[in-house]
């Protein structure tokens, strides 16, 4: 079976999350963000990612706001959900609540803090495959401490379910690398702004 691909492409803003005054995210606010993101032209939405802090959310307030990103963008455009966790378990259980409310895919973190090896790195990935939902690769080394250089991104885009790379490392010749390494196995997304214009020069 020929690997997954995504048609996945421009601009996908990386959505806060707000907050009302008792701490709970605020469904109002989120509902007004992603109709200003969509009419301003947006190409898809990722919620709960780093921007949105999911760190901040329980998994419950999560799957909440994933049911709400899904019900009010209703197909506009491609909804990813950030499903990081430093347990791949719970990684995992994420990632099967965003399949089910029908999600476009998920953003996922290597474990943060664990520092896990190469090979574990890996196999947190294969098993957030398993779930069967497109997956965008997260790498935020300044933020995690792991670095997800070209010759890992090239192994993991052999996953059936990764299709994208999003990448914010600040380094512009690990992205020029990553970019040559992977090909078109994994669509790629430049994780900050100023980094943009000298991804798509390189392709």
Known sequence: MAKLRTQWKGVFPACVTPF??????????????????????????????????????????????????????????????????????????????????GMDGVMVLPPPYALPSRREVIQH??????????IMIYNNPPRTSINIDAALARDLAKIDMIVALKDSTRDLYQMGETIYAVGDELAMFAGLEPYIMANMHRG
Request: no cysteine.
């Open 20 to 101: 009302d005054k008792t701490g709970a995210f605020d469904k109002a606010a989120t509902r007004a963000m992603i109709d200003m993101f969509i009419a301003e032209g947006a190409s898809g939405l990722i919620v709960a990612g780093s921007t949105g802090e999911w760190f901040s959310l329980t998994n419950e307030e999560r799957v909440d706001l994933f049911a709400l990103a899904m019900e009010h963008t209703a197909k506009r455009v491609p909804v990813i959900g950030g499903t990081s966790t430093i347990a791949t378990d719970e990684a995992v259980k994420l990632t099967q609540a965003a399949k089910k409310l």
């Open 125 to 134: 990935f294969v098993e957030i495959g398993r779930v069967g939902i497109p």
